[in-house]
């Protein structure tokens, strides 16, 4: 089964993705992280688009599908995956469309998690997680038990991303709406969209998601 989460930054859609991994077996894929994975390591595609993550921006469409193809040919997708944070554009969801069918494969889903944007600079700007396991954090809704500590591992190093800041978020929100919203009705047309409420607690979330996943065929 390949899924596609959908949803403006701070929607939860990692943290679903991550749950659906858990469950359903299939492999998470976060554009995102493989960015910031390749901005850590220093190498040449990391140095060309920091500065535009850093603005709230969209790296080109041309990189990110490279790295996208490159990632679904991997073994470890072939029991399935979710998208997470791809696509973000209509050059790029038609670009999905191709590379699917090239490998005789489809989508069986777009879950579209819906969040009013008021909700969204308090969640992201808040959030943080631990530097060791990686463990997900909120200043207000989820603190840790003991301050400064890891519940998970009892690290005490915790990472905040660079693009969580107020002005950064209100760029990506407005990128959201621009470029990444056309795909509501480009998967509303082709019958793949589904849509849950992303107001409410993380677990309230996913269990609309996983209902939605296991009416699916072979869900
Ligand atoms: P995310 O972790 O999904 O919030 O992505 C963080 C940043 O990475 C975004 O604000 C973009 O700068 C970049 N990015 C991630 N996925 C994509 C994508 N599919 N297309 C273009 N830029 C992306």
């Known amino acids: ?84 944070g791809f696509p973000r554009s209509l050059t790029q969801a038609e670009a999905l469309d191709k590379m699917l069918a090239a490998r005789g494969l489809s989508l069986d889903a777009v879950i579209e998690i819906r969040v009013d944007d008021q909700f969204l600079v308090e969640r992201i700007t808040g959030r943080f997680t631990c530097g060791k396991c990686g463990a997900g954090y909120h200043d207000r809704f989820k603190p840790t038990r003991q301050a400064g500590v890891c519940d998970a591992c009892g690290g005490k190093d915790f990472v905040r991303r660079a693009d969580d800041n107020a002005e950064t978020v209100r760029a990506r929100l407005q990128v959201y709406h621009s470029q990444t919203a056309p795909l509501l009705p480009y998967y509303r047309a082709k019958g793949r969209l589904r849509t849950v409420d992303g107001a409410g607690e993380m677990d309230m979330v996913y269990r609309q998601i996983s209902g939605v996943v296991k009416a699916l065929p072979g869900g």
């Open 1 to 84: 089964m390949n899924l596609v989460l959908l949803g403006p930054p701070g929607a939860g859609k990692g943290t679903q993705a991550h749950y659906l991994e858990r469950d359903f077996g299939l492999k998470q894929l976060s554009t995102g992280d493989m960015l910031r994975a390749a901005i850590a390591s220093g190498s040449e595609i990391g140095k060309q688009v920091k500065a535009t993550m850093d603005a709230g921006k969209l790296v080109p469409d041309a990189v990110i599908i490279a790295m996208l193809q490159e990632r679904i040919a991997q073994p470890d997708c072939k029991g399935g995956f979710i998208l997470d």
